[in-house]
């Protein structure tokens, strides 16, 4: 059974402070996404991870960067976190162009 | 770049009658089309999936069709029942190696008893 874990289910950051999102999967997919899900917006694509040390950007990359030192490994970072960062962050991690599978989410609020 | 635009953004329907959710994709090289369901606070899972060698298919009370041509596709639910309930994606994919998908805004789908 595949299965996607992330670091927090909720987390609360104050304005300017360094968040770190962790996301494992023990499925040895090569492929790993961060999403933003916000209320009719849908999940937007920060950031992928086709290989360890490989990166590419999504369509909403601003503010944030990722970190892939293992296969396993996901990271997401806000370097500088900002009101407008509040949202759901999802991590996703897929074989090839198979299925996504994905963790339970993470509930960021900005103060 | 690639867009994918989601109608309608929510339905309504009574318990036992079909759902219709339809999706536009703009890159005619998408070649795989999957839709996920995401109930009240949990994640989003895979219900059903297409590719681009197929018109249709089918998997129990739901199906998917693609229309190549006109650029869109689209998820039937049949026989709703409440448990249907949930918010539904549609994505594309124009990358088998990447896996990179691009996402629907989501239809929240009401299932009336």
């Known amino acids: 059974d595949v299965k996607v874990t992330q670091s927090s289910r909720y987390l609360v950051k104050r304005t300017g402070e360094k968040v770190f999102l962790e996301c494992v999967q023990d499925?040895?997919?090569?492929?790993m996404f961060w999403y933003r899900q916000d209320p009719g917006l849908g999940l937007r694509l920060i950031y992928f991870s086709y290989d360890v040390k490989m990166k590419e950007k999504g369509d909403i990359p601003e503010g944030y960067s990722v970190s892939r030192e293992k296969k396993e490994r996901f990271s997401l970072i806000l370097e500088s976190a900002s009101t407008n960062q509040t949202s759901m962050y999802l991590c996703?991690?897929?074989?090839?162009?198979?299925?996504?599978?994905f963790g339970p989410g993470t509930r960021l609020t900005v103060l | 770049g690639e867009n994918v635009e989601q109608h309608p953004s929510t339905l309504s329907v009574q318990e036992g009658d079909s759902a219709v959710i339809k999706c536009t994709y703009s890159?005619?090289?998408?070649?795989?089309f999957p839709w996920y369901k995401q109930e009240l606070g949990k994640r989003p899972q895979l219900i059903i999936d297409?590719?681009?060698?197929?018109g249709e298919k089918k998997d129990q009370r739901i199906a998917v069709t693609l229309n190549k041509t006109a650029k869109h596709f689209s998820l039937h639910i049949t026989e709703t029942q409440p448990e249907d309930s949930a918010v539904y994606f549609c994505a594309a994919s124009i990358n088998s190696n990447t896996g990179k998908l691009i996402f629907g805004q989501g239809t929240t789908l009401q299932v009336k008893p």
């Open positions: 499925m040895d997919h090569e492929n």
């Open positions: 297409i590719r681009s060698n197929v």
């Open positions: 996703a991690s897929s074989f090839g162009g198979d299925e996504q599978f």
């Open positions: 890159d005619s090289a998408s070649n795989y």
